[in-house]
């Protein structure tokens, strides 16, 4: 079976520190590769998104990710957070042959104002 | 624009008692998904509908678990009966089809305690 990994389960930063969170897929085809918040109290939301191109995708709020094929890789990265991004992130990916959809387990941030 | 609309919010039921929830999509998309949450995990796939037609229930416990999207809109999703492992968060989802369409928007789901 696929399998999307996000190694940190719980992160806690001080606002203005510079976030990076770790995504890894197994899936050896082609993929879209997504990253979702779910502020507290609120649904899912799309943070950013990559189907082909440049692989440094700029999503809202600051955020960025890098896909890097070869490391089959999709880290979520924001230079400087703020205590309104305390929220959990999840980093999913489609397998595009079978129009599959995976999640990871997701990170919780916290960010101390 | 509304989102996806998902009802109930919460439910509690003893086990082996049955449960509904529905889910109406954003206007348009024609892919539908249900989604089984566990605390501490992601989102993992019960069915996907492409229109009316279930295309991937691979991950559905059919033989407690059922769902529809009669008309290719509105979906309802079924357990019958619950169990206490079904204590969960259902999320439901839609997109305008494949590809780059594939970008899902989720509903609020609905939190269910079988007690």
């Known amino acids: 079976a696929q399998s999307v990994s996000q190694h940190n389960h719980h992160v806690i930063l001080s606002e203005a520190a510079s976030l990076e969170l770790g995504c890894n897929y197994s899936?050896?085809?082609?993929?879209?590769l997504f990253w979702y918040v779910q502020y507290p109290g609120q649904h899912l939301q799309l943070l950013l998104k990559?189907?082909?191109?440049?692989?440094l995708v700029k999503g809202i709020k600051g955020f960025e990710a890098e896909f890097i094929k070869s490391k089959f890789s999709f880290n979520l990265r924001k230079p400087s957070v703020q205590w309104s991004d305390t929220a959990e992130y999840f980093c999913?990916?489609?397998?595009?042959?079978?129009?599959?959809?995976?999640f990871g387990s997701g990170t919780k941030l916290n960010v101390k104002p | 624009e509304a989102g996806v609309v998902q009802s109930p919010r919460y439910k509690i039921i003893e086990k082996k008692q049955p449960v509904a929830f529905w889910c109406n999509p954003i206007?348009?998309?024609?892919?539908l998904y249900w989604y089984l949450q566990n605390l501490g995990q992601g989102p993992e796939l019960l069915i996907r509908y492409e229109n009316e037609e279930a295309v991937d229930d691979s991950q559905l416990p059919k033989d407690r678990f059922s769902a529809e999207r009669l008309k290719g809109v509105d979906s309802t999703l079924k357990i019958q009966p619950a169990e206490l492992g079904d204590s969960a968060v259902y999320l439901c989802a839609s997109s305008l089809g494949r590809g780059r369409f594939n970008e899902q928007f989720f509903g609020p789901g609905t939190r269910l305690t079988v007690l």
């Open positions: 990559y189907f082909s191109g440049d692989p």
């Open positions: 999913a990916v489609n397998a595009i042959d079978f129009n599959k959809f995976y």
């Open positions: 206007s348009g998309h024609n892919t």
């Open positions: 899936y050896g085809g082609t993929v879209n």
